[in-house]
């Protein structure tokens, strides 16, 4: 993996110190060209991962990606699902199989369709999965997708659950069908380490939050501090800056003393938190 991950939550109004800053983001982001245009900063820059969730307009950053595709040569997504609101959303306007429908594959899309009803039928959990997993990976399609993850919301939920077996299920599909490296999202990495070495996926790429501040760090930064440095698995650190609650150098120093970990995840919203973050990692990373 890069040292160096661009991600997209300023893109959706998410912020989790301040609502306003979240809503006035939301707005100004609404402008598919202001996406592009912040995508083009980071990747001019050196950055040449964006880590993104299968939000709807992402759909229409990777057609554009996929309409220039010598701009974009070097280009790799990572993405990140489930998009929650979505599935909730079209399930709650159109039923269960009609909202799998919407979002199937167009190749094959009639007999992904019958699948998909009789596993809803069966309760055949794993051939769900992997038809969600699919239907997720469309707007991807025809582009560079080396690492795929599960988003927290779900990551978390089945750990809560104790389902184990769906970690397997997802690591399973992704190599299997996208010849990519599963990946984990999580805000409970000590829990979700454990389980992962249970059912025996090795070397992990676990992204959670890993900043100074313990911000969103389920069991504390000594715990967080002793996992990173004692266990086998491939961290990616994500709210380094607790959502601005850091100042940059001093959270971006500290996530850089933790030897161990492989990438930095961060979101920004203007050209010059992008340079000047990045600078700050390039920096910290050498010392």
Do not use: W
Not at 46 to 64: K, N, P, Q, Y
Not at 86 to 102: C, D, I
Not at 225 to 247: H, N, Q, T, Y
Request: glycine share 6%; proline share 3%; charged share 25%.
């Amino acid at each position: 993996m890069d040292r160096i991950l661009f991600g997209d939550n300023q893109f959706f109004g998410i912020n989790h110190m301040s609502e306003e800053k979240a809503r006035a983001q939301a707005i100004r982001f609404a402008d598919i060209r202001e996406i592009i245009n912040l995508l083009d900063v980071a990747y001019d820059s050196g950055i040449h991962v964006f880590m993104c969730t299968t939000h709807d307009r992402i759909a229409e950053l990777c057609a554009h990606v996929r309409a220039h595709r010598e701009r974009y040569s070097e280009l790799e997504f990572y993405p990140c699902m489930p998009y929650a609101h979505k599935y909730a959303n079209a399930v709650t306007e159109h039923g269960m199989l009609e909202a799998l429908k919407r979002f199937l594959p167009a190749q094959n899309a009639l007999s992904a369709l019958v699948r998909g009803g009789l596993s809803v039928a069966t309760r055949d959990v794993e051939g769900m999965a992997r038809l969600l997993i699919d239907a997720e990976m469309k707007m991807f399609s025809g582009l560079r997708t080396p690492v795929i993850f599960l988003q927290n919301v779900v990551t978390d939920l089945l750990l809560g659950m104790g389902i184990k077996d769906a970690f397997r299920i997802f690591a399973d599909h992704v190599r299997d069908r996208y010849n990519a490296e599963p990946g984990f999202i999580t805000m409970n990495m000590p829990r979700l380490l454990d389980v992962l070495d249970e059912i025996g996926i090795e070397n992990p790429i676990v992204c959670a939050n890993i900043n100074k501040l313990g911000f969103r760090m389920c069991g504390g930064i000594d715990l967080y501090e002793k996992m990173i440095a004692s266990r086998r698995f491939r961290p990616v650190a994500m709210s380094v800056l607790a959502s601005g609650a850091i100042d940059p150098r001093e959270a971006i120093e500290y996530v850089c003393s933790q030897k161990k970990i492989e990438s930095i995840v961060f979101g920004a919203s203007s050209k010059g938190n992008i340079l000047n973050t990045k600078r700050l990692i390039e920096e910290c990373s050498v010392a």
